[in-house]
């Protein structure tokens, strides 16, 4: 089995996807024990607050108000402000705040341990690896031993001077190389989808 190429621009988005998500993650649940005076300390709380986060901070100003009455609930504006707590400020947090969907997008990329979010590297080690395409059949190996050979030949035959720049520009068109800084290089994409075609 051989790497043809690592897309690496595919790999550092989600990468760099997966870190924001936690980022946001570890943020919802710092402002919410700021603002709330209560932490956030199993997954399914955490499901629940981003599931509706005024809901969220509304129980907590229930369960602190305490109030036994005929079966309506009290004002939580009002009972925020008799009991200080920033029910606007949270509301104001809640409106740009990481929603339930794209969290379960990236979900199996993190941990969730003693109330915060790290990354599993293991998990995007794994999904990294679909943008990273191998040959693994003999004619598979061949066709990209082939194609490098190729572009290294005709990169010597430019160095040697038995043809000029533009000549090898043209043949590079003609073959799905790229051509830059008067080098011909391969095409990782176009090589990897003609190579993986073969048996």
Do not use: C
Not at 17 to 28: F, K, Q, T
Not at 60 to 77: C, R
Not at 148 to 168: C, D, E, M, Q
């Amino acid at each position: 089995m051989e790497l043809i190429y690592a897309d690496r621009t595919r790999i550092a988005d989600l990468e760099n996807a997966i870190y924001s998500i936690m980022d946001r993650a570890n943020d919802v649940i710092e402002q919410f024990h700021e603002l709330s005076g209560r932490s956030i300390t199993t997954h399914e709380a955490f499901l629940g607050l981003i599931a509706d986060p005024v809901a969220a901070f509304d129980r907590v100003l229930f369960e602190v108000a305490d109030i036994k009455g005929n079966g309506k609930k009290p004002d939580p504006g009002k009972l925020a402000e008799l009991f200080n707590l920033d029910r606007e400020g949270w509301m104001r947090v809640a409106e740009d705040s990481l929603t339930k969907d794209v969290y379960l997008r990236y979900r199996p990329y993190l941990i969730f341990s003693e109330g915060i979010f790290t990354v599993n590297s293991e998990a995007i080690l794994k999904a990294t690896e679909q943008f990273k395409p191998y040959a693994k059949t003999e004619a598979q190996i061949e066709a990209a031993n082939h194609f490098r050979n190729l572009v290294t030949v005709l990169n010597a035959h430019l160095n040697k001077g038995y043809t000029g720049p533009a000549t090898l520009q043209q043949i590079g068109k003609l073959l799905n190389l790229r051509f830059a800084d008067n080098r011909l290089y391969l095409d990782a994409e176009i090589l990897a989808n003609h190579i993986l075609k073969l048996k």
